[in-house]
């Protein structure tokens, strides 16, 4: 079933996987557009604005801590209802020879700012959504490699599986409120990251559109939790995945009955 959601926050979405969920998005659903590209917001408030949609931008850089909390406050007063987590930043390289300013800008923008935002502002999606007797929505961009350690990418596949852990886990959690939770888990996507990333180019070869992960994460939100967005990557991860969803299930349980023996203290 359709969500009709009133305003969107998007991240990363001067780009790449971020800037197709601003394209894909109903035209009936508000925005709130944020990323490091100025030019590239005004393009897109410019162009996304029609049929009366309004459109916010901010520019903002989630490295840094003074923006994180600048986005919070503006997002808190626009009622946002559906919030995509998709801002990520990643280096291709041999880890002992990766500056250390990078390797944490790599924490501070998957991590650090996937968690702050999502705690300030999850809360006040869930009151609306009672009150407003609708649901509102959460997708966390993870990646493949959230599922398994990758060499050169150490750093970058341990966020994306703090990113895919935080979004299950949140899940189950808030599995009786009225809030979807989705981790999206691209493959190769067709994007600048490579070049950013500083990533050989026969790792991307047979690269999903940016817009194709984008459409399926909308389509898997309320429906899954965890969506691989490549085919071929679901069979090849298919023991990993079955096995974990067997160790979460029993996991799952025990801290249910945890918790619910706690609150009778």
Known sequence: MKRQYKRALITGATSGIGKAFADVIPTSTDLFLTGRNTN?????????????????????????????RLLIDQSEALDIDLFINNAGLGY?????????????AMVDVNVVAVHELTHALLPGMIKRAKENGQRAGLIVVSSVVGHLPMPYFATY???????????????????????????????????????????????????ESSISVARKGMRALGRRRVLISQIPMRFGLFYNTAIHRIASTGANAY???LMRHGSKQ
């Open 92 to 104: 291709f390289s041999n880890f002992t020879e990766t500056l250390s300013e990078d390797e944490s």
């Open 255 to 257: 801290f249910k009955r």
């Open 157 to 207: 596949a341990a966020t994306k599986a703090f990113d895919l852990a935080f979004a299950e886990g949140l899940a189950e959690e808030l599995s009786q409120e009225p809030i979807d939770i989705l981790a999206l888990c691209p493959g190769a996507t067709a994007t600048d990251f490579q070049a950013r990333a500083g990533a050989p180019n026969d790792m991307f070869d047979r690269a």
């Open 40 to 68: 590239m917001l005004q393009e897109l408030q410019t162009r996304l604005a029609i049929n009366g949609r309004a459109v916010e931008v901010l520019e903002a850089d989630l490295r840094v801590k003074a923006d994180r």
